[in-house]
């Protein structure tokens, strides 16, 4: 009776032990893949405030060569388009803003590019727009716009929004690099566990059935004998 119930237990304890490891490191594996998974989310974001980023500079970009072409020419058609590319620009900020992948750094660069976009560069598109309708109306001349143009508002304005919208990308793009090497690494991890938990798991089944087979075979020879 006794010699059964120790067979009995030490297969219990072996089929134990066989299953806590293979537990074990299968739960080892899945926390690896909910980390690549939540990375890969983070990615996707960062990914995503950069496309933002891009769509706000050729808006801005877009507004100063209208801005230029009208100033040139005089010809309103440059001017249709103005109020909707200005509502999207702001869009593009909020949307930015929005963005959980954003540092506070960021956050604060894009309040202050803002900031810049609605008390300076807009109040200056529109003295400029008045200078050149002035000037096609006869009641100022051309040497005040071709002055005011000179004088570098315009350009020191546009500079220091994409400087800021710069600062914001680079800080993105660097972010995006750690991430996307952090997640090599972690696939490289996934992989070597996922190679272990292959290779570990048959290993220690032979292991324990040579165990087991000497603890029951041996007493069984004794038995016999």
Known sequence: MSFSIDISRKLRIGIAVLVTVLLGLTSACYAL???????????TRSLNTLVELHALRATLL??????????????????????????????HVEQLRAQRSLSPRSGEMLDQLREQFVHDFLPHMDHQVALRRDVDAGRAQLEVLTAYVRGGTGRRIASSLHNLETRVDEEQSELLRQRNAEREQMRFEVKRMLIVTGLLGPLIAVVLAWALSRGIVRPLNDVMS
């Open 62 to 91: 877009d507004l100063e060569d209208r801005m230029r072409g009208f100033s040139l020419s005089g010809e309103e058609s440059f001017l249709h388009p103005q109020e909707a590319l200005r509502a999207r620009f702001l869009e």
């Open 33 to 43: 893949f909910q980390d690549l998974v939540v990375l890969s989310e983070r990615n």
